[in-house]
Structures are given as C-alpha cells and as structure tokens.
C-alpha cells in the first residue's frame, strides 16, 4: 500500500477567490437613544431583568413624564430583544463571509493477489459559496442594518407608550380630583335639600332628584378609582415595576405645543422613520437573493484536486458538479423576483401609512391645543365669572346657596374638560413625535397658552 500526502497548495488559489469587506459597524444602542432623545446608550444586557427593577432613588420626589419615557425604554423587554435580534444579525453578517470547509474524499480499494492496493484521494472546494460570498455578504449586511432600524422601531415604541401611560395616568388622577369635589358640592346640595324639606320649602321630589344625582356621582368617582389605578398600573408596568402598588406620585409635564408645519413633519418622518429604513434594507437584501438564486443551478459544483496511486501515483485537477438538464435554477429566480415585487409593495404601503399617520396625528395635535385654548380663553373665564357674579347675588340676598353651588359644580365640569383636552393634546404629541420617527419636537413649534396643569 502506497500512503500519499496531498499538498494543500494546490487548492490553495481558489481559498482566494470571492473576497468580502467586514460588516458594518453599527451601535444599534446608540442609535435606539438617539432616535429617543437619550443622553446615555441603551445597551443590551447580558441576562434578563428580573420581574421587578429597583426603583430610582429620586421617584418620592414624583416621576416627570420624560423620566417615565426614558424608563420604559431602559426597562423594555422588547427594546433588549431587538438589540439581541441585532446581534444574531451580526453573527450572520460574519457567517456569511466565512468560506466553506473543504470536502475531503478517501476511496481504498483491496486489490487481488500481489496487486497494490489502491488508494483515492480527493480535496474539493465548494464554489458556489466562495464565488457568491459578496453577495451572500451584502445580503446578510442589509438584514443587520434592517435589524438595527428595528431596534430603533422598539425603542421608539417604548418612548411613545411611556409617554401615553404617564399622561393617562395624570388625567386619570387629575379626572378623580374633579369627579371628588363634584362629589363634596352634590353632597352639600343634598343636604340643602334636606333642611328645605324640614323646612316646608322643598318637595320630597326634589331632595329625590338630588339623591339620585348624588348616588350615580358616587359610582363615577368608584368607577375613575379603578380607571386611576388600571392607569398607574399599566405605567408601573411599562417602568419595569409591575408588582409595585398603584400609588406613583406623578409629576405634570408641560403643556403639548402647537404641531407647527404639517409639511416639516412629513419630511422628517421620510427621513427619520426606521421602518422606511428597515423595508429598504430588506429591498437591498432580497435584490441581492435575486443574484443568488441565479447561482442555484450550479449548486453541489466543486472543484479541487484529486491523486489516485494505481499504477503510477497521480494526481491533478478537478471538478464535480450537477447537470441542468431539469432544473435550470428558473423558478427560484422567479420566486425572488416576485419577493421583490412584493417588498416594493409593502414598502409603498408603508410609505402611506406613515403619511397617514402624521396627518392624522398632526389634525388630532392641532385640534387639541385649539379645544384647550378655547376652554383655558373662554369655557373657564366664563364659568369663573359665573360663580362670582353668583356670590355677588348671594351676598346681596338674590340668590340661594343652591344657586352658587351649581355655579361651582358647572365649573368643576369645565375643569374636567379642561383635563380630557390636555391629554388629548399629550397624547396627539406623542403619537405624532412616534408617526414621524423622531423624540424631539419640531423646531418650528410655538408654544401653546397653557402654561401649567393646575386650571384653577
């Protein structure tokens, strides 16, 4: 038996062949913070969080709604799962410009008699994967930028939720306040009732009424105390605390301001959005599975050097592969033609989305400082008015207690009022700074006449 050693040399030229650049270097963490407007890096971290994160030392004082914004970014189990999707990302990117291991083949074959016996040796380099690197690695890039662009998408997300909580949870506590003190007047009313009806100077049907007022108010202010607490609830939740009890002290955030031009919205939501981002990396890498599938038809071919030592020791060149004589790769091709077509859609239909979002949000923002300029300029002064022009009649004797009582409780209505278009606002705010991809208000904004949350 003859043992021969084949030289790598040999197979060494085509190791050279599909040469590919390192992947991006993207800082997905850092590009989550920016895109939310925060000062430190959102960094992925190596374990789950437990259940319950410790509270920040300084949430006695109360907790401002940038600071619960921030928080349910920090604390979101889906901005640290984006992240992580961004690093399996990366590992593909380096996956997919590692070159294939050769294939080595052994045949031995006993010969009869005093024969030698016959040994075959083969070394194969697959090249299909080492001439379509490049493009298996600009693929695998755009999908690591698209997963970047989706960790933006989270932590966006998370920013907006965290600032709609943190605003629901202050109107509902705010919306208790008012439902409480109407609660206290109709009491008071009641009772007015009651000594006129001792008195002779009430009928029993009107102390009904007022019983029946007070007794469906008294349901209102039980039913806002669960719409209080399901609001602190979910806010604890989003903040990474959600065991901890219903009873955050909140601290009011500035009015929202005045939407600005609809038009600087939309550019920026075409620039800044990151799910436009990721639907055209995701475009860039399916166009590079389209040059992909053109190289399917040659799949299984390689190519090496091969020795066999029956008779005198050989050793030369060569190649295997498959035969079109079926399959010529057709389908494939136009199965990623089609995906193709289809991502252009979808990104179409995003790109109309977004527009529509902005619109919508930007006409709700819109309508809602207008809705709190009207009640803070007109619905309050007038209902203000009235309870001392009331009083006034109260003092000259030409009017009842009732009658400055009612005055009170038509004020605490525009007052709820008042709290119902503050979060609107909020809201539209926060849902537009999410439609058009961006943490920060626009630049052109002016401010609102609202200059704090307490109306009185």
């Known amino acids: 038996m003859k043992l021969l050693l084949l030289p790598g040399a040999a197979a060494a030229a085509l190791l050279l062949a599909g040469c590919a650049g390192s992947p991006p270097d993207l800082n997905p963490g850092r590009m989550a913070a920016d895109a939310a407007g925060l000062v430190a890096t959102v960094d992925l971290r190596p374990e789950a969080d437990p259940l319950d994160v410790p509270a920040p030392a300084d949430v006695a004082g109360g907790l401002a709604a940038t600071d619960a914004a921030e928080a349910a970014v920090r604390n979101s189990p889906r901005v640290q799962a984006a992240l992580a999707e961004v690093q399996r990302a990366l590992a593909d990117a380096r996956q997919a410009r590692l070159i294939a291991n050769p294939v080595l083949s052994l045949n031995l074959r006993f010969a009869a008699g005093d024969a030698d016996d016959v040994i075959e040796a083969g070394l194969a380099q697959p090249l299909v994967e080492l001439l379509s690197r490049p493009v298996r690695a600009s693929a695998a890039d755009a999908r690591l930028r698209a997963a970047a662009a989706g960790a933006v998408v989270a932590a966006i997300d998370a920013l907006a939720e965290g600032s709609r909580a943190h605003a629901e949870a202050l109107a509902a506590e705010r ?150 004589l079926f399959d010529f790769g057709k389908q494939r091709r136009a199965a990623a033609r089609a995906e193709v077509l289809a991502a252009r859609h979808r990104l179409l239909g995003l790109q109309r989305t977004v527009v529509e979002e902005v619109r919508r949000a930007h006409a709700a923002s819109l309508n809602a400082a207008e809705v709190v300029a009207a009640t803070e300029g007109r619905v309050l002064p007038l209902a203000r008015e009235r309870v001392e022009q009331t009083r006034a009649s109260f003092d000259a004797g030409f009017a009842d207690v009732t009658d400055v009582l009612s005055a009170e409780s038509d004020l605490l209505d525009a007052e709820s009022r008042l709290v119902d278009a503050r979060l609107r606002g909020r809201l539209a705010a926060a849902d537009l700074r999410r439609a058009a991809g961006a943490a920060l208000p626009d630049p052109t904004t002016e401010p609102t006449l609202s200059t704090t949350d307490n109306p009185r």
């Open 175 to 324: 919306r208790l306040g008012v439902l409480e003190e109407q609660a206290a007047l109709l009491e008071r009313l009641l009772g007015l009732a009651r000594a006129r009806l001792d008195a002779g100077e009430a009928s029993p049907l009107e102390v009904a009424g007022f019983e029946a007022r007070e007794a469906s108010l008294r349901a209102e202010v039980t039913a806002q105390r669960y719409e209080r607490d399901a609001a602190q609830l979910t806010l604890a939740r989003l903040l990474g605390r959600p065991s901890a009890s219903p009873n955050l002290t909140l601290t009011p955030s500035d009015p929202a301001d005045a939407p600005g031009d609809e038009a600087a919205w939309l550019r920026r939501a075409a620039e800044a959005r990151p799910e436009l981002a990721a639907a055209v990396q995701e475009l860039l890498a399916l166009g590079d599975d389209v040059r992909l599938a053109g190289w399917s038809v040659f799949d299984g071919l390689e190519a090496g050097v091969a020795t066999e030592t029956e008779g005198a020791t050989s050793i030369g060149p060569a190649i295997g592969g498959p035969i079109p």
